[in-house]
């Protein structure tokens, strides 16, 4: 098998209360000569290698306001391109979905207070697939929508 790919990250804060990150990555993960698990079962080369997805991406924005509450909002975003389970099943598939979140919050007497929203679009995407048997299948699945608040501090 061969595997080549590239991962690059910025991080870009304009302003004093502005910043941005993000990250995308590129792999390819292939077999480079035919493969046989035992007689009649062969994949050819070229076949990707299980659970890589040729692309990955992340994001985050943050926009903190000022004053005396320190005041922010944050959106996140994340994407993973399809990937195969089996050298020699092609399907199913896991991946090739996009995630967005959202946070906004402020800190008061030393507790920072966080609302936010996770898998907004409440996406029901599989993460990754686990062969127990070649006729049975367990599928994780990303988070569904979540809706919650947080109280952090420091003790």
């Known amino acids: 098998a061969y595997i080549y790919g590239t991962e690059s990250s ?8 502005f910043q941005w990150k993000g990250s995308l990555a590129f792999n390819c993960a292939k077999l480079d000569e035919p493969y046989e698990q035992y007689v009649g ?3 050819p080369p070229g076949t990707p290698l299980p659970g890589s997805s040729k692309w990955q991406a992340s994001s985050v924005a943050s926009y903190n306001l000022g004053g005396p509450l320190d005041p922010f909002i944050t959106a996140t ?4 391109s399809k990937a195969t389970v089996d050298l020699f099943d092609l399907e199913p598939k896991m ?3 996009s995630i967005f979140g959202l946070r906004a919050g402020l800190t008061a007497a030393g507790v920072t207070y966080t609302a936010y929203v996770e898998n907004i679009g409440n996406r ?6 686990t062969l ?4 049975l299948l367990d ?3 990303v988070a569904p929508r979540t809706i919650g608040l947080l109280a952090d501090f420091s003790f």
């Open 10 to 17: 910025v991080s870009w804060q304009p302003t004093k209360h």
């Open 41 to 43: 079962r062969m994949a």
């Open 77 to 80: 975003y994340l994407y993973r």
């Open 95 to 97: 991946g090739n979905y």
């Open 124 to 129: 029901k995407a599989i993460s990754n697939i």
């Open 132 to 135: 127990v048997s070649p006729t």
């Open 139 to 141: 599928r994780y699945y």
